[in-house]
C-alpha cells in the first residue's frame, strides 16, 4: 500500500498566515502541468509497483485546475502508477474557486473525498487571516458538495485568532457540527516567519496572536469533538468513525508515498526525499535515514496521534537501546500527568496534544 501527494502551487492571492510554496498567479500553469507530467515518467519506479491506495491533491489551491486538466492528471496517474480502484482521491478546495458545477465534474470523475478551507464562518476572522471568501459562500459551497454527491466531505477551520472570544469559537463549532461534514481539520493560528500576517503585526496593521487563546480554543475543541461522537485520532483532525483521511494517516503511520510537484516530500520507508520550491526543472535533494532518525521519527509522527508509541514495536524493530531510552525518558513526563502509559503504550491525552512536539523532543535520542 502507498500514497500519490500531488502539490498544486497556485493561488488567486497568498493568505496572509500562509507559509506554504505558492504562487499568487497562473501564468505557468501549463509550465507545472508539462513538468509534473515529466516527473511522473521520471519517478514511476519510486514506490516499487506497491499499489496506490490514495491520491491527494494539495496546495496551493488545487480546484484552480480545470476539469479537463485535472482529468489529464488522473489519466498520467493510472498509466504511470497501479491506483486501485477503491483508492481514496482527495482534492483541496478553496470556497472562492467552486461552483456546484464545478463540484459535480469532480464527483463524476472520481473524486470521492473533498476538503474545504473554510478557516472560519466569520467574516471578520477571514479578513484578518486574508481570505477571499465571505461566511455566506462557504456555507454555499457545503451544500453544494453535499449536492454533488461528497459524502465523504472535510472541512478546515482555524482556532486562536485574535478576531473571535470564546464564543465566538463555540458558534464557529456550532456551525460546523450543523453541516454534517464527518471530518473537521482545526490548527492553531501560527505565524510563520516570512508570512504576510507576521509582517502586518510588526506594522501594527493587525493585531498580535496569543497563545493563550490557542490554548483556550484547543481545550472546547477537544470537549465539543468527543460530545458529538468524533474521534480525536491526530491533534488536528477529528472524524466520525468510518472518516479518518486514510492519505494523511499514511504519514503518521510511515507508510511510503511518492510526492510530486514543486516542494512535494516523498518517502519510500529508507529515506526522505524532497522537491525543490520551483519550477524550473525537476530537482530534489534526499537524506537517507539513520537508525536515530528513524527512531525520532517514529516519535515524532505517532505521538501526533490517538494510537501512540507502541514500545514493544521499538524494542522488536529498533532494538533494546532504543526502547531502554524511551522509556527512561518518559518516566517523568508520565509522572508529571504530561504523557500517559499503558503496559506497552505511550500516547498523549487531549490536553496535552496541543504540546506534542515538545513532548517528542524530550524523547528523541
Not at 480502484?85 to 482527495?90: F, I, K, Q
Not at 473537521?184 to 493585531?207: D, V
Request: proline content about 5%.
Amino acid at each position: 500500500m502507498s500514497g500519490i501527494y500531488i502539490h498544486v502551487p497556485f493561488c488567486l492571492s497568498k493568505c496572509y498566515y500562509c507559509a506554504f510554496y505558492s504562487m499568487p498567479s497562473l501564468k505557468r500553469k501549463d509550465e507545472y502541468l508539462e513538468s509534473l507530467r515529466q516527473e511522473m515518467v521520471a519517478r514511476k519506479d519510486y514506490l516499487h509497483g506497491m499499489p496506490v491506495s490514495t491520491v491527494y491533491f494539495g496546495g496551493g489551491t488545487p480546484s484552480l485546475l480545470t476539469p479537463e486538466e485535472l482529468k489529464t492528471i488522473l489519466n498520467l496517474l493510472h498509466d504511470h502508477f497501479p491506483v486501485e480502484a477503491d483508492a481514496e482521491l482527495t482534492l483541496e478546495a478553496n470556497p472562492d474557486t467552486l461552483s456546484l458545477e464545478y463540484l459535480e465534474a469532480l464527483n463524476a470523475m472520481g473524486f470521492n473525498r473533498l476538503s474545504i478551507g473554510i478557516q472560519s464562518f466569520f467574516d471578520d476572522d477571514l479578513r484578518y487571516l486574508g481570505r477571499r471568501h465571505d461566511s455566506r459562500h462557504a456555507r454555499q459551497c457545503i451544500d453544494w458538495a453535499r449536492s454533488a454527491g461528497f459524502d465523504n466531505l472535510s472541512l478546515d477551520l482555524i482556532y486562536g485568532l485574535p478576531t473571535s472570544t470564546a464564543d465566538q469559537w463555540n458558534r464557529n463549532l456550532d456551525l460546523f457540527f450543523a453541516t454534517g461534514a464527518p471530518h473537521l481539520s482545526a490548527y492553531a493560528l501560527t505565524l510563520e516567519p516570512n508570512s504576510i500576517l507576521t509582517k502586518r503585526i510588526a506594522m501594527g496593521k493587525a493585531q498580535p496572536v496569543e497563545e493563550t487563546a490557542a490554548v483556550r480554543d484547543y481545550g472546547i475543541l477537544c470537549q465539543r469533538a468527543a460530545k458529538e461522537g468524533f474521534v480525536h485520532y491526530e491533534i488536528s483532525n477529528f472524524c466520525r468513525p468510518g472518516f479518518r483521511s486514510k492519505h494523511n494517516s499514511s504519514y503518521w503511520f510511515q507508510t511510503p508515498y511518492l510526492g510530486l510537484g514543486p516542494a512535494a516530500h516523498s518517502f519510500d520507508g529508507k529515506e526522505r526525499r524532497w522537491n525543490a520550491e520551483t519550477l524550473d526543472g525537476i530537482r530534489s535533494e534526499y537524506e537517507a535515514l539513520t537508525p536515530e532518525n528513524a527512531y525520532n521519527e517514529y516519535v515524532m509522527l505517532r505521538l501526533r496521534t490517538m494510537w501512540g508509541l507502541d514500545l514493544k514495536y521499538i524494542r522488536r524493530e529498533m532494538g533494546d537501546a532504543f526502547a531502554d531510552h524511551c522509556e527512561r525518558q518518559a518516566a517523568p513526563l508520565v509522572a508529571q500527568g504530561r504523557l500517559s502509559r499503558t503496559r506497552e503504550f505511550l500516547y498523549l491525552t487531549d490536553p496535552q496534544m496541543l504540546f506534542a512536539d515538545g513532548i517528542a523532543a524530550a524523547l528523541f535520542y
